[in-house]
Each structure stands twice: as C-alpha cells, then as structure tokens.
C-alpha cells in the first residue's frame, strides 16, 4: 500500500484530492494539510511514501516544502499537482528533486498512475511542461525571492527586516537586485513578471 499525505489550502480540492487518491487502488490517505508548514511537519510525523502537493500556500509553497524534503534527506518523494504551467516552476521543482508534476485540469486517473510511477522511483513531468522546462532560467536566489514576495503582499523594508533578522539595507538592496534582475521597475511590476514566468 502506497502512503500518501496531500496538501492544498482550498478544503474543497483537498477533499476531492483525497478521495481521488484514496478510491485508488494501493493508495491510501494517511494525512492531510491546508499549509505548507503543516504538510511539512506531517511528512516528518508520519513518514508517507508521497506528499502530493499544491505550489502556492500558506506559510511555505510546495516547491519550499519539497525543497526542505530533499535538504533533510527525507525519504518521501513530492508529486506536484497545481494549475501553473509555468516553466519557472517546474525548474525550480526539479532543482528541488520533485519527482512528479502534473497539471489539475489532467485526466483524473492521471494522477494515481503519476503516485504509482513516483513511488517506484520514475520521474513524471506533464508532457506539454517538459519541452518548456528549459526556456528560461530563473534569475532569483532563495533570499531574493522571498523578500519580494514579501514586499509584494505589502510589507514594508522594516517589517521585512525585522521579520527576517536582517537590516533595513540589506532588505533593500535584496529588492533592488530582484527588481533588476526581473526587468521590472518597482517591487509591484517584479513581482508580476516573476509570478507570470514560475519564478516567484
């Protein structure tokens, strides 16, 4: 039996997912998050097989929570399921060691075939994500990426300096490479164009 905790932040698709996974056979449901930081502290608590996980959410993004998977050498593999076709994502997901990424709108037997196959060690991309996965590289280190989404929601070089033990300076020169580097010209239009390509 393949073991799967599933992450999603909207409880009309988590419980669609799961009932979608756990009607599988071989597949069963062991847990359940609605943020990245739950999905994360759930992997370690219960160890399952396959986190299937949603990008954007609360506290950490699946691409965040993959990439600390792989940081603490965690042996669950992370299928990505998501509406973005984005390159950005996917590179960032494969730098991340994701296993699986497949888009909502697939057939939905898609998805237990994509567990099976990731459980078994195979690496599972959506055929119309793969020829664009190397178009674009994504300019943004981690720091920079953070601190822009964070400006972006409205919070102010202070706040962001204290939440991240930083100084006003350094938060502001982080925002400066990041907008330079996207081609915007403010926080708002950097924070656009790097959602529009995957990167933010």
């Given amino acids: 039996m393949i073991r799967v905790v599933v992450a999603e932040d909207q409880a009309l698709v988590l419980g669609a997912l799961c009932a979608l996974i756990g009607?599988?056979?071989?597949?069963?449901?062991?847990?359940?998050?609605?943020?990245?930081a739950a999905?994360?502290?759930?992997?370690?608590?219960?160890?399952?097989?396959?986190?299937?996980?949603?990008?954007?959410?609360?506290?950490?993004?699946?691409l965040e929570v993959a990439a600390e998977i792989a940081r603490q050498r965690l042996p669950t593999r992370v299928v990505?399921?998501?509406?973005?076709?984005?390159?950005?994502?996917?590179?960032?997901?494969?730098?991340?060691?994701?296993?699986?990424?497949?888009?909502?709108?697939?057939?939905?037997?898609?998805?237990?075939?994509?567990?099976?196959?990731?459980?078994?060690?195979?690496?599972?991309?959506?055929?119309?994500?793969?020829?664009?996965?190397?178009r674009e590289a994504d300019p943004l280190t981690d720091r920079e990426r953070q601190i822009l989404r964070l400006a972006a929601e409205?919070?102010?070089?202070?706040?962001?300096?204290?939440?991240?033990?930083?100084?006003?300076?350094?938060?502001?020169?982080?925002?400066s490479s990041a907008i330079a580097k996207v081609g915007g010209t403010n926080r708002i239009e950097a924070a656009r164009i790097a959602r529009e390509k995957g990167w933010l």
């Fill in 80 to 134: 990505i399921v998501t509406t973005f076709a984005r390159s950005g994502y996917l590179r960032r997901a494969l730098d991340a060691n994701v296993r699986g990424y497949v888009l909502k709108d697939g057939p939905a037997d898609d998805l237990a075939h994509t567990i099976r196959r990731v459980h078994t060690g195979a690496r599972v991309i959506a055929p119309e994500l793969a020829q664009d996965a190397w």
């Fill in 154 to 175: 409205g919070a102010t070089a202070g706040r962001i300096a204290t939440q991240l033990s930083l100084s006003d300076g350094t938060v502001r020169n982080y925002l």
């Fill in 23 to 36: 009607g599988a056979p071989g597949i069963t449901v062991v847990g359940q998050a609605r943020d990245g």
């Fill in 39 to 62: 999905a994360l502290a759930l992997v370690r608590q219960v160890r399952p097989d396959v986190l299937v996980t949603d990008i954007e959410m609360p506290e950490l993004t699946g």
